[in-house]
């Protein structure tokens, strides 16, 4: 890590940057209808050609994705050799898109010089046809239908199927796979490994085609393995060993479009698809007799294994030709350094005081992180243009308000992490802040460069908007990126001024957008949108609202004015080491005094985003007439007020002066706008301690009463998204159009943004971190003065500072096995007693909020990788003295 601090370190070029889905994605629909599921659905991937990316089963590739080198299985029933992972699209699923099959990221290094990757493969037919018809079958009011319940897996009559990676050198790299039959019967396995070239040649824009192909004798002079070589224009040449005397078999990296689409001919005589036909249909014509092509495979047939048994193939990539030493003792060598270092690197990073059981869930919290990081390629004004020789953009993508059309200055080809391997093959704004906090513990470089991705001049739009996903990277995801950067500089030792000062320039112009985009009157109240909250409200708050209309919204102010405390912090630190940024500091306390007031007064239509009688925050809704409508959904939304807080350093009376000038001339000349800086007596009367407050104390308090009550907000596992008290749906009304709400403890039971997340119940992580660290945040300005009732109705008191651990042990409870059993594996097959199953935990991307079952997407160590945040000590609030 220390010879690779930047993205073009050495021992970075090869990583887990593959996939784990590219069909179905925004960057390879080229249809005119926009449906990026139907236009590439999974049925075609193993014989059409990617455009931008690949996926693939424990793949790895260089960072520019040009190599790849991953395993494909066929169990010998399989209609189809096993290449990726199945999954059903949003349309085919009761509760939006959902992956239907079992594997686990179990260990890596940020370097990548040790990953280890698990997949279980079923020794009976995959049902396809019966996961889809069972699915679709279903409500939306039933459980989903997995992999697990058809039964195939009963009797544990599975492979096991372990990839092992271990770097000898940046660009040496030993793979082992292994392959165990638990199942009480003999079973046969083809263990069949790939290499391939990404297809760059047949778009029109990059010439560059590498090529593979069989080392023979007598350039082949070592015994006991076969040899690929890859050449590539950028690349160089590399090989590829496998040991033994598998067949080794070759095709191109292109579209069968005879077999797809009924074409007369295909460009290639073969396609994609020829391993696939040569192994799973007998086909000898589908590969290539000269031994030659962009797509390769080691074929290693094992006709039977036997119960218990473990089946072994070891390969190497690297740029050293063959020879006798290629899987000599220095390899086995290799695998036991690494697997050692990881476990030196693990143990400096983990608490030595964490529990055997806790290590093993930070452990694989951050496996899983690492393994997420994927290679995002995706050219907009390409995409919107199309390709000069195939795939010619339909003339509907360039139509006005059309998909990512005001977006075509993005273009991304860099290594992202990413919220999931596969429901999420894709970066979302707020999703990657999150990430980047766990990521600071073990890789801080990598957690400093994405957050600075985000805000360079290829990702951000010029006029200042962060792009939110693919699916519409104009939709509007929480400002939370100033935050993260303020966390990331503090795990890394505060030490780093120059990336907060990237951060915070390009974070001007972002805020400036918020600004002059989401406050449509300047009132300071703010109509932000969805907000990453997907049906969180009555109706769709990302959809236009009838002409005349217009929400403004609790959370997207709250977003606002914990914005303005970020940048506030930031500019203060700043100050610290150049006096010129104190400007700054001022600039955004005035910003949040101005949010703070319109909150806590009245709004534009002098309605209040506060209701005295429920004691809580509220969306309000304007209408043409001029009236204003409060959406009285208990809901986050009124919660996230809390956030607004930040301490104010009592330095800044010696360091600030023209900060500190400003600030007492408001309090003389406009002490109503300063009301939401509180200040008392220090512990032990030493001196002054301030903070800024969206809440004074007894909104606060009423607030938590109700996010403290086990009958509305408060759960096992934490904050609830919507109170449990929502028994009886509400109701409204807009232009005719009637919309509702009730709590829903699970899967989504609406249709809202697909239906594939619900904010009606459930309890999601990323929120529930911000809201008990700002709780901390409260219970060091008011130690003792304030309690709260926790859990309401139990009559015991506990400060604001126990309550937010409190929050985090609720959060990690979800992984701690109770009786054997994690809360968050619920009913379903991870919960069964078989220490098969026990042995692996799964992030689920939001939980039940009654019991804690892990729900929507099933490996997402993208925001869920916080856990492993939660289980490190507590850093101190502020930087060292000077």
Request: net charge negative.
């Amino acid at each position: 890590m220390a010879e690779s601090p930047g993205p073009d370190g050495p021992w970075r070029l090869w990583g887990p940057y593959v996939s784990g889905r590219q069909w179905g994605t925004v960057r390879e629909d080229y249809s005119a209808s926009g449906d990026a599921w139907s236009a590439f659905p999974f049925e075609h991937a193993r014989a059409r050609a990617y455009r931008w990316g690949e996926d693939g089963l424990g793949a790895v590739c260089d960072r520019f994705g040009f190599l790849n080198l991953g395993v494909a299985l066929w169990n010998r029933k399989d209609p189809v050799l096993k290449e990726r992972l199945f999954g059903l699209t949003n349309g085919e699923g009761n509760h939006g898109e959902d992956v239907k099959e079992y594997w686990w990221a179990v260990d890596g290094t940020p370097s990548h010089s040790w990953m280890r990757w698990l997949y279980r493969y079923p020794q009976a037919e995959f049902p396809y046809a019966q996961l889809r018809e069972e699915n679709a079958r279903r409500s939306r009011e039933e459980r989903e239908y997995e992999l697990g319940d058809t039964g195939v897996l009963d009797g544990n009559r599975f492979f096991d199927v372990e990839v092992t990676y271990a770097k000898a050198s940046p660009d040496d790299v030993c793979a082992v796979i292994t392959a165990t039959n638990h199942g009480p019967d003999p079973a046969p396995l083809d263990l069949v490994p790939q290499v391939w070239f990404r297809n760059t040649w047949s778009w029109g824009w990059d010439k560059r085609r590498g090529t593979l192909a069989q080392v023979l004798p007598p350039t082949l002079s070592a015994g006991g393995l076969e040899a690929v070589e890859c050449e590539h224009g950028h690349l160089g040449r590399y090989y590829v060993c496998a040991e033994g005397s598998p067949e080794v078999l070759f095709c191109e990296n292109e579209t069968n479009a005879v077999e797809l689409f009924g074409a007369e001919r295909n460009t290639a005589a073969y396609t994609k698809d020829g391993i696939d036909r040569r192994i799973v249909r007998g086909d000898v014509s589908a590969v290539n007799p000269a031994l030659q092509g962009t797509k390769a495979a080691f074929w290693y047939r094992f006709d039977e294994v036997l119960p218990g048994q473990t089946v072994e193939v070891r390969l190497r990539l690297s740029q050293d030709a063959p020879s006798r030493n290629t899987f000599g003792g220095g390899f086995d060598a290799v695998l036991r350094d690494r697997a050692t270092e990881a476990d030196t690197f693990y143990d400096a990073v983990l608490p030595e005081q964490l529990s055997a059981s806790d290590r093993h869930i930070a452990r694989r919290a951050y496996a899983g992180l690492l393994w997420t990081k994927q290679l995002y390629r995706y050219d907009v004004r390409q995409w919107l243009d199309g390709d000069p020789w195939t795939d010619p953009a339909p003339e509907s993508r360039r139509a006005k308000g059309g998909r990512n059309t005001g977006w075509r200055h993005l273009a991304l080809a860099d290594v992202i992490s990413m919220p999931d391997e596969w429901e999420y093959p894709w970066f979302a704004a707020w999703d990657l802040a999150f990430h980047c906090i766990p990521l600071a513990h073990v890789d801080p470089e990598f957690a400093k460069e994405q957050l600075v991705l985000m805000l360079r001049e290829w990702s951000m739009h010029p006029n200042g908007q962060l792009p939110a996903y693919e699916w519409a990277f104009g939709d509007v995801n929480p400002p939370v990126h100033a935050w993260a950067a303020w966390h990331v500089y503090r795990l890394d030792g505060y030490r780093d001024q120059g990336f907060l000062v990237r951060v915070f320039t390009k974070l001007l112009l972002n805020f400036s957008w918020w600004v002059n985009r989401k406050d449509a009157d300047g009132s300071h109240l703010f109509e932000g949108g969805f907000l990453g909250m997907d049906n969180i409200g009555l109706f769709d708050r990302s959809a236009q609202l009838p002409p005349g209309y217009r929400l403004e919204q609790s959370d997207a102010t709250s977003w606002m004015a914990f914005y303005c405390q970020q940048m506030f912090k930031i500019a203060l630190e700043l100050s610290r080491h150049d006096p010129a940024w104190e400007d700054a500091a001022t600039k955004f306390l005035e910003h949040f005094l101005s949010i703070a007031q319109a909150m806590m007064s009245f709004g534009s239509q002098e309605v209040t985003l506060w209701d005295e009688s429920d004691g809580f925050f509220y969306d309000v809704l304007l209408h043409p007439d001029g009236t204003a409508e409060p959406m009285r959904v208990p809901s986050m939304v009124g919660l996230l007020p809390i956030l607004g807080a930040t301490e104010v350093p009592s330095w800044i009376s010696e360091e600030c002066p023209d900060l500190t000038s400003r600030l007492r001339w408001l309090q003389r000349r406009r002490p109503e706008l300063t009301l939401p800086l509180l200040t008392r007596s220090g512990p032990d009367g030493d001196g002054r301690q301030m903070l800024l407050s969206l809440l004074d104390k007894p909104r606060l308090t009423r607030i938590l009463d109700r996010m403290f009550d086990p009958g509305q907000f408060l759960s096992d596992y934490g904050i609830r998204s919507l109170s449990a008290a929502v028994k009886e749906h509400i109701t409204t009304e807009v232009s005719g159009q009637h919309s509702s709400i009730v709590y829903e403890p699970g899967e989504s039971r609406t249709a809202l943004f697909g239906g594939n997340s619900n904010w009606r119940g459930p309890v999601w992580f990323p929120v529930n971190v911000l809201l008990a660290d700002k709780l901390r945040t409260y219970g060091r300005f008011f130690g003792d003065e304030v309690t709260v009732e926790h859990p309401r109705g139990s009559g015991r008191r506990i400060t604001l500072v126990q309550a937010a651990d409190l929050v985090d042990d609720s959060l990690v409870s979800l992984f701690r096995p109770v009786g054997g059993r994690r809360p968050a594996d619920g009913d379903r097959i991870e919960a069964s007693d078989d220490p098969l199953w026990r042995e692996h935990p799964t992030f689920n991307e939001y939980f039940d909020g009654d019991t804690g079952e892990g729900l929507g997407a099933t490996h997402q160590t993208g925001w869920t990788a916080l856990v492993a945040h939660l289980l490190h000590p507590r850093l101190p609030p502020g930087p060292p003295q000077r």
